[in-house]
């Protein structure tokens, strides 16, 4: 009999994925609070048992959810020896990726929105993740911004995330009318920071650095 090949997931693998798959799609399109575990496992094709055999309640198959892009970004945004420039720069890409996953940019509007109240359980996730993202932009409009006195590096920051958070809604609600990357690199630009040109080879808004 042939060994089992060690890089294809096993079949465990495989159900928790399709888990956590089921999970943000239905977290992404109703909330956390609409949706119950039964509702995960039945869109995932499975049992309700089934589900609670790899995860032990809905809040620990949110924090997997919240978790998962995060593994994939933290080394563009919180790598350790990143410059300011790439932390930016990083962040545009992101931007622009963003407008390929709908599912995934109404998940954290959703869930970002629901956690306000502190008794959400990704309460203290949000929380802790807009507090990293503030240090880290502070430190790169610090940075950048030279010998700029408006707004301040700290300002900045939080003026940085806030649009980014508000495009994202207006993106959701009537995506053909909002361009997230021109936007954002505009801003960018008004403060005297260069951006990189989009990934495509051609730039449709002619938003060239």
């Not at 995960?40 to 499975?46: E, M, P, Q, S, T």
């Not at 970002?112 to 109240?117: I, L, M, R, V, W």
């Not at 700029?148 to 300002?155: V, Y």
């Amino acid at each position: 009999m042939a060994d089992a090949d060690p890089t294809r997931p096993s079949k465990g693998e495989r159900t928790r994925q399709r888990i956590i798959d089921s999970a943000s799609e239905l977290f992404s399109r109703s909330g956390y609070r609409a949706v119950s575990l039964r509702d995960i496992a039945a869109h995932a094709g499975i049992t309700h048992a089934g589900a609670l055999h790899h995860f032990p309640n809905k809040e620990a198959m949110l924090i997997h959810v919240l978790s998962r892009r995060d593994e994939a970004d933290a080394p563009l945004v919180l790598g350790e020896h990143l410059s300011h420039r790439e932390l930016i720069d990083n962040i545009v890409r992101i931007v622009e990726r963003n407008t390929g996953t709908p599912g995934l940019v109404s998940l954290y509007v959703n869930l970002s929105a629901e956690a306000t109240d502190p008794a959400h359980p990704a309460h203290e996730y949000f929380v802790r993740r807009y507090r990293v993202l503030r240090e880290h932009l502070t430190a790169a409009f610090a940075g950048l911004l030279g010998d700029r006195s408006h707004p301040s590096p700290g300002i900045a920051a939080q003026q940085f995330l806030a649009l980014q958070d508000g495009l994202q809604v207006q993106w959701l609600l009537d995506p053909d009318s909002v361009d997230m990357r021109t936007v954002v690199t505009t801003f960018l630009r008004d403060l005297g920071i260069a951006v990189p040109p989009p990934t495509s080879s051609t730039d449709p808004t002619g938003d060239r650095p």
